[in-house]
């Protein structure tokens, strides 16, 4: 599935652009940051469209999307904890990470309550109505537009 694949690539960037630097001992902040945003850059290639294929390819919420992305997260950032800063996970890091797997088996029970739960697949819509065209649909309603 793309959106898997698009969410650990962008993972993989967001991890560098948030802990790279730390291997970089001396170097002027202002270049840190601009190098971790330089970085951050392509985790938004990646996670837009995953995010996008997400909702609109593969029915997720957004909600399914976030606790799946935080379960990527932890797996990927785990990996290059070990890899660039030799950490390796004790028993307690195991246990939360696998409360967050579970918190992902949980997001994925069922469907979502109702369509509002999805992001439309051509984006958000802004409507403004004229509160002359707010009291036609409210009498043709029957309803009052005073009503609170």
């Not at 800063?85 to 967050?100: D, E, I, K, M, P």
């Not at 029970?109 to 409210?138: F, M, T, V």
Request: proline residues 3%.
């Amino acid at each position: 599935m793309y959106t898997l694949l698009l969410l650990i690539v962008s993972n993989i960037f967001m991890t560098f652009a948030w802990y790279g630097h730390l291997k970089l001992q001396g170097k002027p902040m202002a270049l840190l940051i601009l190098m971790s945003w330089g970085i951050a850059l392509f985790e938004y290639i990646f996670q837009v469209p995953a995010n996008r294929m997400g909702v609109t390819r593969y029915g997720f919420s957004v909600v399914q999307l976030k606790i799946l992305q935080e379960c990527i997260t932890l797996a990927v950032f785990s990996v290059i904890a070990y890899l660039m800063f030799g950490q390796t996970l004790r028993w307690n890091h195991l246990v939360s990470y696998a409360l967050v797997v579970g918190a992902v088996y949980f997001a994925f029970l069922g469907k979502p309550a109702h369509a509002d739960d999805k992001a439309p697949g051509n984006g958000y819509e802004i409507r403004h109505e004229s509160p002359a065209s707010q009291r036609a649909g409210a009498a043709a309603a029957g309803e009052s537009s005073d009503a609170t």
